[in-house]
């Protein structure tokens, strides 16, 4: 081989890695609720929920969000039987939830049992109004309607398996931090969420639904739009932004973040949310999906979300920060 044309070779594999390169390098999933590079929740570095003196890296940072729309579409759900969550799910043709353990999850083999034991919970109804409701996310459904974090889609339907849309997201995840500020503990000072007469979106109007819950966040660094200035209320929410959101919206109440969990999950390592991913899963919020994978980009379902929410309560009942549903309010 003469040698221009070895040279001419290896200008021609430099370009071709050069090309896999820039296709594969970006961030798995920005935008909404993703991190920035600059601020905190709290305005200040906040130790962890248990007393530790860890400062959170990412802090809910607000600026730095990319532009990613295509990562956050309808076409990013994923349907294999194989990427559902391992205890969000309803595995059997009977209705009752796999308990086996996976690599990746964080050991809750049963997380029903969980929230059924909780005490938070023990004051919630043993049977629902909704008539589609299998044993997946059974209990947790019957907490979060008790407490008024969620409701169903009509007065026997609840609708579990839908995709949950950035707007209902919002409105829940609202409706949690005011039922904690409601079920406050003696002596504990939790955030509220300001008021607000506008969610400085150019896509959510005054008849926008959840436009209300919208502006409130919107006033805290708990949620995140995209840098055009769009929420994309109809959007749907994936796992990764879920994680960061639940993260984000612990510190802002508490004033101290979860502790950094280790790193669980293989298929987010480009994630900008990774941070995020590992300290709700060490915090038995959000699970992993088996095999030590997160199914980041995978959308959150109208029951797992019940169950994030309810497991977020459980864990602030347990810190002592909130009472019980059947405990009453001290304000």
Do not use: W
């Not at 071709?16 to 993703?34: E, H, K, M, P, W």
């Not at 959170?56 to 990562?71: F, I, N, P, V």
């Not at 969610?199 to 949620?223: C, G, K, S, Y």
């Amino acid at each position: 081989m003469k040698m221009d044309q070895f040279f001419g070779l290896l200008l021609i594999l430099l370009a071709i890695y050069l090309g896999v390169t820039a296709t594969t390098g970006g961030d798995l999933d920005g935008g909404l609720f993703s991190q920035g590079d600059n601020g905190s929740v709290d305005g200040g570095g906040a130790g962890t929920d248990d007393g530790g003196s860890k400062q959170r890296a990412d802090g809910g940072k607000r600026s730095g969000d990319r532009h990613t729309h295509a990562h956050e579409h309808d076409g990013e759900v994923h349907t294999h039987k194989h990427d559902v969550d391992d205890d969000d799910h309803d595995h059997g043709h009977d209705g009752r939830a796999s308990t086996s353990g996976s690599n990746g999850s964080n050991g809750s083999n049963d997380s029903e049992a969980v929230i059924i034991r909780s005490d938070f919970c023990a004051a919630a109804p043993q049977r629902s109004a909704y008539s589609d409701l299998g044993r997946a996310n059974d209990a947790a459904i019957r907490c979060v309607d008790a407490a008024g974090i969620m409701t169903g889609t009509s007065a026997t339907q609840f609708d579990p398996a839908a995709a949950v849309t950035r707007g209902q997201a919002a409105d829940a995840v609202a409706a949690m931090i005011d039922k904690a500020n409601e079920l406050e503990a003696k002596d504990v000072e939790l955030r509220d969420l300001p008021p607000a007469d506008d969610a400085r979106f150019e896509d959510v109007t005054a008849d926008t639904p959840h436009e209300l819950a919208i502006a409130r966040l919107n006033e805290t660094p708990v949620l995140q739009g995209y840098v055009d200035a769009r929420y994309e209320p109809r959007g749907k929410v994936t796992r990764a932004q879920m994680a960061s959101m639940l993260d984000r919206a612990y510190q802002y109440m508490n004033s101290a973040a979860l502790p950094i969990g280790r790193d669980r999950f293989r298929d987010d390592e480009q994630s900008v949310h990774e941070e995020s991913i590992n300290s709700v899963a060490g915090a038995d919020i959000m699970h992993g999906v088996g095999n030590r994978r997160f199914a980041p980009r995978r959308s959150v379902r109208r029951g797992e979300l019940a169950s994030y929410l309810t497991r977020m309560m459980i864990r602030m009942e347990d810190k002592d920060r909130i009472l019980p549903l059947s405990d009453t309010p001290t304000k």
